[in-house]
């Protein structure tokens, strides 16, 4: 399994095992449909090895630590058990060290997936997996995320009262976003725009600490190159209000004009596309996300075309977005020269991420970039640069969502 993605759980009873070179801690915690605790009798760990339908096992000789939970013996008002996990040692961090979690059904031992979280360093807990529970069925969610202050204050986060308080979690990586009831797209979603609508009226975000080693937008205009990511976190506040994401593109030497159409499609968090934003359906989610209209040329300074997102209107079931550019005409990208994306706030115009593609393939597609709300609520921008064969947004709905 990957960070976000989920597999359906086709048994009751499933059991997931968490081993690491060094000597875990592992926990698991029942969680209501608020993300917390209904008190400290659902935190299931060492000292208190069961609750509701979950039960913990320590690690011995050929068995590690493992959280089993009974999915028909779980209460309904419950919607997710978290699996954590932290080094034994006092102090110690998960650097150089890959936790693997093996989830398995608890009565015959087969194995049904396995996740290895990436890229952990300074983080001294973890947030592993999930079996959650959506439309009656219960799934398993690979999440990932990391804190840098202990297994303490994960409890805490999620509600559970510690003897010595702990400090309020901070998230180091989180590569996915909760699990969220997802629409189905409307009817006639490839059709004309939709009507303007106000996006919802904002909310005062939450702060952010950043981690460390994670880039934000703090010290000015971040320059992606490919793969890379920033946080859009500004002052310790997530980036709430509305920006637009700039795409521009010139016909190389000799080439004729280039046609291309710049997209955004907006997916929920199984990978499902929710709706998608183009040069024919100007408008999507009640106005949340708007576009610029249709460039047929790509002569000119400046973006080509561009989309507009009002952060804050996103609907909760939108958990990633992905911006593209197609080849209406086929024309490949081998045409095209100084192609790139740049975010802009879209009130001052302030540009705050650019990347600019440095290769081109012969292609009529490519991922330029994407957005993906994280497990904390704040949204992270990633340069993708990963080229396709698609001429409509129809047939980037596919490659896009295997991006995420």
């Given at each position: 399994?990957?960070?976000?993605?989920?597999?359906?759980l086709?048994?009751?009873?499933?059991?997931?095992?968490?081993?690491?070179?060094?000597?875990l801690?592992?926990?698991?915690?029942?969680?209501?449909?608020?993300?917390?605790?209904?008190?400290?009798?659902?935190?299931?760990?060492?000292?208190?090895?069961?609750?509701p339908?979950?039960?913990?096992?320590?690690?011995?000789?050929?068995?590690?630590?493992?959280?089993?939970?009974?999915?028909?013996?779980?209460?309904?008002?419950?919607?997710?058990?978290?699996?954590?996990?932290?080094?034994?040692?006092?102090?110690?961090?998960?650097?150089?060290?890959?936790?693997?979690?093996?989830?398995?059904?608890?009565?015959?031992?087969?194995?049904?997936?396995t996740?290895?979280?990436?890229?952990?360093?300074?983080?001294?807990?973890?947030?592993?997996v999930?079996?959650?529970?959506?439309?009656?069925?219960?799934?398993?969610?690979?999440?990932?995320?990391?804190?840098?202050?202990?297994?303490?204050?994960?409890?805490?986060?999620?509600?559970?009262?510690?003897?010595?308080?702990?400090?309020?979690?901070?998230?180091?990586?989180?590569?996915?976003?909760?699990?969220?009831?997802?629409?189905?797209?409307?009817?006639?979603?490839?059709?004309?725009?939709?009507?303007?609508?106000?996006?919802?009226?904002?909310?005062?975000?939450?702060?952010?600490?950043?981690?460390?080693?994670?880039?934000?937008?703090?010290?000015?205009?971040?320059?992606?190159?490919?793969?890379?990511?920033?946080?859009?976190?500004?002052?310790?506040?997530?980036?709430?209000?509305?920006?637009?994401?700039?795409?521009?593109?010139?016909?190389?030497?000799?080439?004729?004009?280039?046609?291309?159409?710049?997209?955004?499609?907006?997916?929920?968090?199984?990978?499902?596309?929710?709706?998608?934003?183009?040069?024919?359906?100007l408008?999507?989610?009640?106005?949340?996300?708007?576009?610029?209209?249709?460039?047929?040329?790509?002569?000119?300074?400046?973006?080509?075309?561009?989309?507009?997102?009002?952060?804050?209107?996103?609907p909760?079931?939108?958990?990633?977005?992905?911006?593209t550019?197609?080849?209406?005409?086929?024309?490949?990208?081998?045409?095209?020269?100084?192609?790139?994306?740049?975010?802009?706030?879209?009130?001052?115009?302030?540009?705050?991420?650019?990347?600019?593609?440095?290769?081109?393939e012969?292609?009529?597609?490519?991922?330029?970039?994407?957005f993906?709300?994280?497990f904390?609520?704040?949204?992270?921008?990633?340069?993708?640069?990963?080229?396709v064969?698609?001429?409509?947004?129809?047939?980037?709905?596919?490659?896009?969502?295997?991006?995420?």
């Amino acid at each position: 399994m990957t960070p976000g993605s989920n597999i359906p759980l086709a048994v009751t009873r499933v059991t997931v095992d968490v081993t690491a070179p060094v000597r875990l801690d592992v926990s698991g915690l029942l969680l209501t449909a608020d993300g917390k605790v209904r008190s400290d009798d659902d935190f299931v760990f060492y000292n208190q090895p069961s609750g509701p339908g979950v039960t913990h096992r320590a690690a011995s000789a050929g068995s590690p630590d493992s959280i089993t939970v009974d999915t028909g013996a779980v209460p309904d008002g419950i919607e997710k058990i978290v699996v954590t996990a932290s080094p034994d040692a006092a102090g110690a961090t998960f650097a150089g060290t890959e936790p693997t979690a093996t989830v398995r059904s608890a009565d015959d031992g087969s194995v049904l997936a396995t996740f290895t979280p990436p890229r952990l360093g300074s983080e001294t807990a973890l947030v592993v997996v999930e079996v959650y529970r959506r439309a009656g069925a219960w799934k398993v969610r690979a999440v990932g995320q990391g804190y840098s202050n202990g297994l303490a204050a994960i409890a805490t986060d999620f509600g559970v009262s510690v003897e010595e308080p702990a400090a309020p979690a901070q998230p180091v990586a989180p590569p996915a976003a909760p699990p969220v009831p997802a629409q189905a797209p409307p009817a006639g979603q490839w059709g004309a725009p939709a009507a303007p609508a106000a996006p919802p009226a904002p909310a005062a975000p939450p702060a952010f600490p950043p981690a460390p080693g994670k880039i934000n937008l703090d010290k000015g205009r971040v320059s992606l190159q490919k793969n890379q990511t920033v946080s859009l976190v500004k002052g310790g506040k997530p980036l709430a209000r509305s920006v637009r994401m700039g795409l521009g593109w010139e016909p190389a030497y000799g080439s004729r004009a280039i046609d291309l159409d710049a997209s955004v499609i907006a997916y929920g968090p199984d990978r499902n596309m929710i709706d998608a934003c183009y040069f024919g359906k100007l408008q999507i989610l009640n106005g949340a996300i708007q576009h610029s209209g249709d460039n047929l040329t790509g002569e000119g300074s400046g973006d080509d075309e561009s989309i507009t997102v009002h952060m804050e209107g996103l609907p909760p079931e939108v958990t990633g977005l992905v911006f593209t550019v197609s080849s209406f005409n086929g024309q490949k990208f081998t045409q095209v020269a100084k192609a790139y994306c740049r975010l802009l706030d879209a009130r001052t115009g302030e540009e705050l991420v650019r990347f600019d593609l440095t290769g081109a393939e012969a292609k009529t597609g490519v991922l330029m970039c994407k957005f993906i709300r994280q497990f904390s609520g704040e949204w992270e921008m990633t340069a993708l640069g990963e080229y396709v064969k698609s001429k409509t947004v129809r047939d980037l709905v596919k490659p896009a969502a295997q991006a995420l």
